[in-house]
């Protein structure tokens, strides 16, 4: 689905918004997970940290970095995302915007399940800026398997 002119200037205007105003735009003090997320190509840089409650949700997310709009907002975007999900969900919300990003449809339960995060679907027509949109993803991926490493 092709989204209209005044859909594409919502969509700006939330990319811009995280952008201006990252949420969660913090270190964790004592973070279970932990991991650096680098694009040499363009420079774009995130440093990812997740708290997790007692039962295994992730319970405070923050974050650090420099880059482009795309790179910064999509890692604010999803650290929203990520609170009171299990490690297995954050995982699965990791695939669905992979899929996205590398040509999926979105359906209405994508839409649901990724909010803010469809924003970003754009991003897709442009395969230069798909890596910018997935550094904070890859950079979850990395701080999951490292968790599991050491955990297992």
């Known amino acids: ?8 200037d919502l969509y700006a205007e939330i990319i811009l918004d ?3 105003s990252p949420r969660n735009h913090h270190l964790l ?3 279970a997970l932990s991991a650096e997320g680098f694009n040499p190509f363009c420079g774009d840089r995130v440093v990812l940290n997740l708290a997790l409650d007692d039962v295994g949700r992730i319970d405070a997310v923050g974050f650090e970095g420099e880059g482009c709009s795309i790179s910064q907002a999509s890692v604010s ?9 299990t490690l297995e969900e954050a995982s699965a919300l990791n695939t669905t915007f992979r899929e996205i990003m590398a040509g999926a449809e979105v359906t209405a339960v994508m839409e649901d399940e990724l909010g803010e995060l469809a ?3 754009g991003v897709k027509q442009f395969p230069v800026r798909i890596k910018c949109a997935l550094l904070g993803w890859a950079t979850l ?8 490493k050491a955990h297992d």
């Open 141 to 148: 991926v990395d701080a999951i398997a490292e968790y599991r």
């Open 119 to 121: 924003a970003l679907e």
């Open 29 to 31: 003090d004592s973070p």
């Open 77 to 85: 975007i999803m650290t929203g995302l990520l609170k009171d999900k």
């Open 1 to 8: 689905m092709m989204p209209s002119p005044d859909l594409d």
């Open 18 to 20: 995280h952008y201006k």
